[in-house]
C-alpha cells in the first residue's frame, strides 16, 4: 500500500478543495439595438429583440 511522505498541511488540502466551490459569473454582452447588458443568446428583456429581430412585443 502507498503511505504518504508526511501530512498534508490543512491550507494545502484546502487550495486543492478551492476551485470546486467557485460559482463562474454569467457573460455579458451589450444588446444590438438598445445598448443595455443582456445574457449572450437571449431575448433582450429590455427592448424585445433577438439577433436584430422583434420577438416580443413589450408594452412602452
Known amino acids: 500500500m ?34 443595455e447588458y443582456t445574457v449572450p443568446h437571449k431575448v433582450c428583456k429590455s427592448c424585445g429583440v433577438y439577433k436584430r429581430r422583434d420577438v416580443l412585443k413589450l408594452a412602452e
Open 2 to 35: 502507498i503511505c504518504p511522505k508526511g501530512k498534508t498541511s490543512k491550507a494545502r488540502r484546502d487550495k486543492r478543495r478551492a476551485h470546486t466551490w467557485r460559482i463562474a459569473t454569467p457573460d455579458v454582452v451589450t444588446c444590438s439595438n438598445c445598448g
